[in-house]
């Protein structure tokens, strides 16, 4: 049986389906009180009735929150409601297209994936100010207009989707890859979790590779969890060392030592932005006077170093990239005889003799105490 | 050699590093490379490795504990310019460890000495016994000016036995042996001298020692008469 075509939902009338998702339909739309073209994406509810009661609740809720967002780097809410058992939103219509696109057409530069990030955590810190959280921030849910304004998008929706990414048995739903360590955990989720998600669409931006790829969804949990990742200058040398660091704090497993607010990764993001710009407008304008030579780095790279605490556990740290410890890692690989014996044997007690020789205040107790044996002797038999 | 080859590992740790902000964090990290470049400028490049560590920096220092000593304490000069340092110092295994040609360290000489700076207050460094005794042996005397800071236990509950350098502790050593020296100079005479009286008695040995100062003051009464004719002269 062919389905019925759907002409209108709730004071909407449909103009086109726009796309298909998991959760339902997106459609585009008119809205005739306003004259005004929407997206108007639709939920299916629940079947049963005790879920229908809470998901509709629940659905009503976020949506609400959701529409107090107004702010230039989220995707406007205009209304919802319920039409014949389908749940929907009206929203902004944008035209242009989503970050996941945008990745799959190669790769980006420095400065664009700088923008969207500062955008999109500019977005975050306004929602998170306002106490909610968006908990699936990836590519495809940012939107990228045509000026190269960046649009997060399903706020609202994130949190039926995150709560259907755990059933009952704990298992975890759908792909983990852009969540946080506290997310794939199954534990409570703060804002925190948002800006791991953005630090991992940051290091795909930069990058280009994916972070905490996997074979399997138990696979990529495991790597959320436990993996570290290569800093950004590591696979491409010409970002600002500074990112580094910032994407190192965003993606820290532990959200008490990540990023406490977007505002503070904004800003942070925006620092190396004018650095890159800075860059980028010295070479243009010395263009013709000088050349840049990359130097091929000799080191192959290894994952992020741990730190200190994390170091009893892994001990396998990187050489330094500014000091060339050649020589020395030369001697340590093949050593010679001397270096064998010196390097390959525990420390042995000191002798006495050596002791003597060498440590003074001994010295002088040992030559002090024969002295005087010599003049108690002499006193003695002298 | 069987084993992994051991060194001096020291662990320069900045302070809360994970907690600071991004521009600071990226700051102290130039700084520290500063440092690192500065200190590690005074040993030669055959034996020193330096590495990475997610909060601070490493330096593998190969058959030179004293050295070792002296740049951890010469980068914790350092913190006077606001680097927020501390220091941990070991002597243990390391290894090279990765592809090819090796790309970086591993060994539980690294992990001890980062143990060690992770229980180090500001500005301080804690060395391992295992530090101490390659210093002992390197330079005999000079790990006295280690002192023994306590027994501490790290996440893993290994426990490590951590001296902290205390600049007075190797005067006091010095202090102490001299009294002992002298306390077993007194001694030892004294004891030459009670064996004499105990053989000769006590008047004709006080009568022996009168009679040997008195040709002795004699003979130097001459000595010093003809010196100042000598001199007259």
Known sequence: ?382 | MSGSPLASVVFLKIQEFARRPVSEQARLRAQLEAVVAVTAAELDPASRIVLEAGDGAVIVVLADPRGALRLAQRALTACAAGLPLAAGLNHGAVQIAGRKDGAGLTGDGIAVAAAAAEFAPPARLLASRAFRDALAEAAPGVEASLVKAGTFTDPGLRAHELYRPDGEAAKRRAGRYALAGAAAAIALVGAGLAARIAVEGQQPFIESVVAKYRSTAKQGEGYWRALVQKVRF
């Open chain 1, 1 to 382: 049986m062919a389905k019925k075509k759907t002409a209108q939902i709730g004071r909407y009338k449909i103009l086109g389906e726009l796309g298909r998702g998991a959760m339902g339909i997106v459609y585009r739309a008119r809205d005739p009180a306003l004259d005004r073209v929407v997206a108007l994406k639709t939920i299916i509810l629940s079947d049963e009735a005790d879920g229908r009661a809470e998901y509709h609740k629940r659905f009503f809720l976020e949506a609400k929150a959701a529409g107090k967002l107004t702010h230039p780097n989220i995707v406007t809410t205009y209304d919802f409601g319920e039409h014949d058992g389908l749940a929907y939103l009206a929203m902004e219509l944008l035209e242009g297209t989503d970050l996941r696109e945008r990745l799959q057409q190669g790769a980006m530069s420095p400065i664009e994936a700088l923008e969207i990030a500062q955008q999109v955590a500019e977005g975050l810190g306004f929602a998170h100010e306002r106490g909610i959280v968006h908990r699936d921030i990836k590519p495809g849910n940012i939107m990228l207009l045509d000026r190269g304004q960046a649009k997060i998008m399903d706020f609202g929706l994130a949190r039926m989707r995150a709560a259907d990414h755990k059933t009952s048995t704990g298992m975890v739903l759908g792909t983990p890859k852009y969540m946080s360590p506290e997310q794939v955990a199954g534990q409570p989720v703060d804002h925190r979790s948002d800006l791991f998600s953005l630090g991992v669409v940051l290091y795909e931006m930069l990058t280009g590779v994916r972070l905490f790829a996997g074979e399997d969804t138990p696979q990529i949990m495991h790597n959320v969890t436990y993996a570290e990742h290569e800093p950004p200058t590591y696979l491409k040398p010409e970002l600002p060392a500074m990112l580094d660091f910032v994407v190192a704090r965003a993606l820290k497993k532990d959200p008490a030592v990540r990023y406490q607010e977007a505002y503070e990764l904004a800003s942070d993001l925006g620092t190396c932005l004018a650095e890159l710009r800075a860059r980028a407008g010295m070479s243009e304008s010395s263009a013709s006077a000088t050349k840049t030579v990359k130097i091929e780095s000799s080191v192959a790279t290894l994952p992020e170093a741990p730190a200190a605490r994390s170091i009893a556990f892994d001990t396998r740290l990187p050489f330094a990239r500014q000091f060339d410890s050649s020589a020395a890692v030369e001697r340590l690989a093949a050593p010679s005889r001397g270096d064998r014996a010196r390097l390959g044997r525990a420390p042995r007690p000191v002798g006495w003799l050596r002791r003597l020789r060498h440590d003074a205040a001994t010295r002088w107790f040992v030559l002090s105490t024969l002295a005087a044996a010599l003049a108690g002797s002499y006193a003695a038999f002298g």
